[in-house]
């Protein structure tokens, strides 16, 4: 059956079309253009003046709707990924912290089978650690945390091919053998946690790690050897053109100066969005039933106000919250979508309106609110 989506303002690679359609069939984008003329047979859509986009790419967000995705339950992955999908991510990584590697191989198997499935949204698993730094790693991580393991991480890899991501301190002992593995095997290797500085940022990439995870957090920036001042990892991830970030845009971890910083010095085609949100992304405050914690101004907090616990925000949020910040709407939208998609391999099939690729579609109101969803062709969210 034809669906053809009209009155809207369509966000496609060359730019935005007035008063075109987007024309969809078995669950892909069968053509973009710019008449709005009624199909014979379609069903029609009426978008209502409001913007017609490509569907959210969520590459690192930690759980949703109560769950976490390192409880590694089908369960879990289910509710987490439902909570994203109502906020628009219509393509999604689920990302497990430092874990054990028996709790990493329970994961991906739920990754495996659900991926498995027709038109999930699901396209691979995002790794966080063990292999990071303790200095600068936060306590969700706990005691997981390890050297790299060459049999232990080769096992894991040969396994399977479903992990498409994993993140790493490039300064410990190993890490820059094993970026070089994961790169050999298409997987992107990703700085996280870290206090490198700029040879070790240089030979990191060199090495393979192309991307940066939360940038700004976790990592340190300029800092003073009495009169001297050093460059941090945020400088040396700027002095590298092709090395590309992911801003935490959720309101809190990153002030609106830094935002337009970033966007300015990286651009949109280096900058991606990512909530990397925990368990209660997706949820309002009230639904939040553990005691110790609360959620507040878009962040998880302890109750006794002493910790910052991390993100609950959304692929949505990112998006109003990038456009508060003064980066323009388009630019905003791009970096949710298709730089995301290019960065994690996908942008054949997500990341943007083309004939021929999967009809992830969002209809936002002008507040940049979802009015309607869909994946791969089937409506998922409709306010």
């Keep these: 059956m034809l669906t053809q989506i009209i009155n809207g303002k369509i966000l496609t690679p060359p730019g935005w079309i007035e008063d075109g359609s987007v024309i969809i069939r078995d669950g892909h984008i069968l053509e973009v253009t710019n008449c709005d003329l009624p199909l014979t ?9 409001r913007y017609i986009v ?13 769950r976490d995705f390192s409880e590694c339950t089908e369960e879990a992955f289910r509710t987490a990924v439902a909570a994203h ?24 198997a739920v990754c495996e089978k659900l991926m498995a499935e027709n038109d999930s949204p699901i396209m691979g698993l995002h790794l966080e650690g063990p292999y990071l730094n303790p200095k600068r790693a936060s306590d969700q991580f706990g005691d997981k945390l390890a050297l790299p393991d ?27 053998e094993f970026a070089r593995y994961l790169k050999s095997k298409g997987i992107v290797a990703t700085i996280s946690h870290t206090e490198a500085e700029y040879q070790e940022v240089k030979d990191a990439f060199e090495a393979g790690y192309t991307h940066v995870s939360h940038f700004y957090n976790g990592m340190p920036g300029f800092h003073k050897n009495r009169e001297y001042k050093y460059e941090g990892t945020v400088e040396s991830v700027y002095l590298i053109d092709d090395m590309t970030i992911e801003l935490i845009a959720d309101g809190r971890h990153l002030p609106d100066t830094i935002l337009r910083l970033a966007y300015k010095v990286k651009g949109v085609e280096k900058t991606c969005l990512v909530p ?27 109750r006794d106000q002493k910790q910052l616990v991390g993100s609950v925000a959304t692929m ?16 905003a939208l791009r970096m949710a979508t298709e730089t995301p998609a290019k960065i994690m391999g996908v942008y054949d099939k997500k990341g943007s309106l083309e004939k021929g690729k999967d009809a992830d579609i969002l209809i936002l109101d002008k507040k ?7 994946s791969k062709g089937q409506l998922v969210e409709e306010i």
């Design 150 to 176: 060459v049999e232990a991480y080769t096992s894991l890899i040969e396994s399977t091919g479903c992990i498409k991501r994993w993140d790493a301190s490039p300064e410990l002992p190993g890490a820059l």
């Design 85 to 108: 999908q109502k906020h628009g991510a219509m393509t999604i990584f689920p990302t497990i912290s430092s874990s054990t590697y028996e709790n990493i191989k329970q994961g991906i």
């Design 316 to 331: 949505d949020v990112l998006v109003q919250n990038m456009v508060k910040a003064e980066v323009p709407l388009e630019d």
């Design 41 to 49: 047979g379609a069903k029609q859509v009426d978008a209502r003046g």
């Design 54 to 66: 490509p569907g959210y790419v969520c590459m690192h967000a930690h759980g949703g709707g109560g």
């Design 368 to 374: 940049l609110r979802i009015r309607k969803a869909w």
């Design 276 to 302: 990397a949100s925990l368990a209660y992304a997706g949820m309002d405050a009230k639904e939040v039933n553990d005691p110790k914690i609360i959620i507040e101004d878009g962040v998880c907090k302890s």
